[in-house]
């Protein structure tokens, strides 16, 4: 392109904000954002911010294109044009930040932030000279507090070309140079306090410094600004106490720290003072008020949970720390009082934590018995604030604001009932529903908490239990239908005390059955009798009764989630009968779904329903080994012949279809699953029929069928020979198929994804097949290319298997064969010699940008095992790698790519992945960032 001129580029900037035609806009964008990434866009932004009477949009797009150069093309700059620079934009902040909108002083300020950062060498108190060069009048002192608000924001930008080192030392010394911001502050407080604006930003600046520490927290806690920000709390400008409240919680984060001693004594007087103030507010419905004093008195009472809250004589401030949450969870408004919740689950967790150490149970209750009040409180605020309207007449829409605020209460109650007990909770909660005079709405908010898990911590022996469910069996049809879900809810929940008496499962089923005939509480009432299965399935008699109501489920129009539960609660109680009535049960389970797939067969209809269905019961078919000790043949084995014989039937019939093959193989898999090594009788007609189907059709399903019978039968003497043919005859084609073109591995990442969890087994069961030239090579080879494929499951499994493969010298996998390591460890060394060029490679690439940032980390697991495994050599190739022309003529500089090999000395010692992930795939992932990844708002 020619040498662009600021006539043309105000233009473009004209066009793009202005013009209503899309073709023209992108367009002006595109020759905008091509003009960036040159070295004419810094000459254009510079002539442009020096002229004042340009339009505000231009100014806006010549900042923002300034700053954009300093954060990503710094090094374009010579060393001796950094002070003109410098003196530039400062003129430009001065002249411009005032008179224009905010965003034109935050795009220079941002600008000016990264220059000073990047020439920290040179330019020592960047601070104190923008103080003395704008603090003097209103105009400039607006710029100057967006520059002082951001410079310490922008240390920790990772777009800045800088070492780790560098960003450290910069960091430091700001920490202890800018000791001249408190003063200024001070000083923007004192002579600006008719200035909204202004304050507003002075709070904002303070709340910037105060985040990043250092030395300018010590001055804070003595400082005037102190009583300001909490001055400005009780204000009636809601942006002003917003900023104010953003300050004070900062400072209390600082203040936990033992680096900061002398915050929190500050803090905490001022802030419990708060207390009488917020109850006047809530007397007066000021909602914005409260809630802004009631994040400050969260905040430091959170900030007071410490053991000595507990365990010894609590100070007067941390009593009334804990007075002051009980007056905001008294309130009526559920956003304040969510504030809160913070609080509570910290308080629970130290008493929580503090009473697993007392062994006596008589002394752990009286522990506990001190906060009981509190807590019981808690709950009373929290039955008033989930209670539904008395007039709404439908069930609450999940989507109300008061359904998200009962889930969350629901959560706290879960984690904190420990403290009342559910005997003592459910008992307060029971008598709240009895009270004379109640509501409908007060009776489902008792019954709502009581579903909060309290009713599953009852013991058998809870008198309050019995009480309960005959309360709720009083519930009448034409109660309000809020009211009768609730208590089906809670019939699940009461499922493990029922277990214990079998007139009371029996009553539960009665009821559930009944409700499960209605529309309104069908979904509830499925759930329920999942709980009910799950928990009392050694007690349960209605077996019978159960697998008939399930296979008539068609007719009461199930979708498919609940006819799976269903089927699910079946299988659960069929499990765990005696094995003499086992195998009728599950015969009486499956048998019509085996015939509608016969009937599918017959008819050409799509069996995939039924299959689903079938896999389900499989699924959850999961019978413990102890009833399985004095049998001669496993209970389900005559079943599971008979329905793999109308499996094999479906296959051969739909061979060509993926979908109804992938449904099909799911069910065998779960089949060999509840099998384990008893399905011996039906495993070679399985790996013929896998075999013949892959070889025809190339269904990957058919890989994870193969990935569950080496997990069964690997090991097996008699069987892993033909098992690891069947693997070989599986993967060799595999292989070919996904190195047969350069987008073969992603037009199958499915097939990628199946192939490596089949490899992966292999790896952990026969460990020394898949270090062969035949299976072990095409395995690291074709792993490598994945490294840089842009599917997560497949990418996540192919980085596992190469993690594994890697370091299977060091893993568990040896632990019974210690002294085979030493070979093992031979054998990645010789792979990795061989091919670990390529692998390392697709590591580097993979975080310069050739993957999003979510699959760094595997990334980073394999050259962490690479590094580990073979020090020298990964040294070596990470060398030769960075001198690339494709590395070394990127924007990191020289002393970033230093520092990043300098992470490969052979004699670093790492402690363990986490550091490597951060030294490596963060760190080296950042000084690679284009323009191409930034957001047009960044």
Known sequence: MATPTLEEFIKAVEVFTKTSDDDERDAA?????????????????????????????????????????????????????????????????????????????????????DLAIQMWE????????????????????????????????????????????????????????????????????????????????????????????????????????????????????????????????????????RHHPDLNPALVPRALELQPMFADAAAANDFGLAQSIARVLVEISESLVDPSLVTGDPSSEQLAAIEAMCTVASYDDTDTVLLTFGFWYSFATLIWDISTHIQDPDERDRFKDQFREYFKLLYECLLRLVRCEAEIEAILDRDEELSDFRERAADLVVETQFILGPEFAMGELLGACQSEGVGWNDIEAALYLMSCRLAFGLKPDSEVAPQLLEAISTIRADDHPQLRVTSVKLLGDLARWGSHHPEAIAKIWEILLHAVQEQT????????????????????????????FVEHCDEMDLNRAD?????????????HQKPSDMTPAFGALVRPIVAKLQTDVEGDDSPVPALERLGEVFKWTNIPSDSLKHVREHPLSEVCTEVFGTLKLVMEHFADNRIIIEEANRSVKHMLRSLDVHAHTIAGDILQLIVHLFQAHRHPSCLYVCTGIVRTFGRNEGLADDVLEVVQTLA??????????????????????????LLLQTLRTIPHAMYTEDLGLPAFQLGAATMLLRHRMAH????????????????????????????????????????????????????????????????????????????????????????TERLSSSRATPAQLMEFLSNFDSDQKWDGVVDFREEVAKRFARIFTDYRTLDDGQ
């Open 122 to 257: 040179v330019w020592e108190s960047p601070a104190e000279d923008l103080i003395a060069m704008f603090g003097q009048t209103p105009e400039t002192v607006v710029g100057l507090l967006e520059f002082l608000k951001i410079l310490p924001e922008e240390i920790g930008n990772p777009l800045l070309c800088l070492t780790h080192a560098d960003r450290g030392e910069v960091a430091s010394r700001y920490g202890q140079n800018c000791v001249s911001v408190i003063p200024f502050l001070e000083s923007c407080i004192e002579r600006y306090s008719g200035d909204s604006s202004i304050v507003e930003r002075t709070f904002a600046c303070l709340d910037s410094w105060l985040r990043f520490g250092g030395e300018v927290t010590i001055a804070f806690a003595h400082s005037p600004l102190l009583g300001a920000c909490f001055e400005a709390v009780v204000e009636p400008d809601p942006t002003l106490r917003e900023c104010a409240c953003e300050a004070i919680v900062s400072a209390v984060y600082l203040g936990k720290s």
């Open 563 to 575: 006819t799976n539960r269903l089927l699910r609660a079946s299988a659960e109680v069929v499990s």
């Open 796 to 883: 996540e499994t192919a980085t596992e298997y190469l993690r594994q493969f890697i370091g299977m010298h060091r893993g568990i996998y040896l632990e019974d064969h210690e002294e085979e390591r030493p070979r093992f460890l031979e054998l990645s060394c010789q792979f990795i010699e061989a091919e670990g060029a390529k692998l390392v490679e697709s590591c580097i690439l993979a975080f310069i940008g050739e993957l999003p940032q979510m699959y760094h980390a595997d990334c980073a697991d394999v050259l962490y095992e690479v590094h580990i495994t073979a020090p020298e050599k990964c040294y070596r190739m990470v060398e030769a790698i960075l001198q």
């Open 521 to 548: 509480l069908r979904v509830p009432a499925i759930f329920s009798i999942l709980r009910l299965c799950e928990t009392a399935r050694d007690r349960f008699t209605n077996l019978e009764e159960l697998i008939t």
């Open 29 to 113: 964008d595109e020759w905008i954002q091509g003009l960036t990434k040159t070295v004419d866009a810094w000459g254009i932004a510079d002539q442009c911010l020096q002229q004042e009477d340009i339009a505000p949009d231009v100014h806006f797009f010549a900042a923002q294109m300034m700053k954009m150069k300093i954060q990503m093309a710094f090094p374009e700059v010579p060393q001796e044009s950094h002070v003109s620079l410098r003196d530039a934009l400062c003129s430009s902040l001065g002249a411009l930040a005032g008179a224009s909108v905010k965003r034109i002083a935050v795009q220079l300020a941002l600008a000016l932030a």
């Open 732 to 757: 060799n084609p595999t292989f070919e198929l996904l190195s047969s073109s350069a987008d073969a591995l992603v037009q199958n990442p499915e097939l990628v994804d199946d192939l490596f969890r």
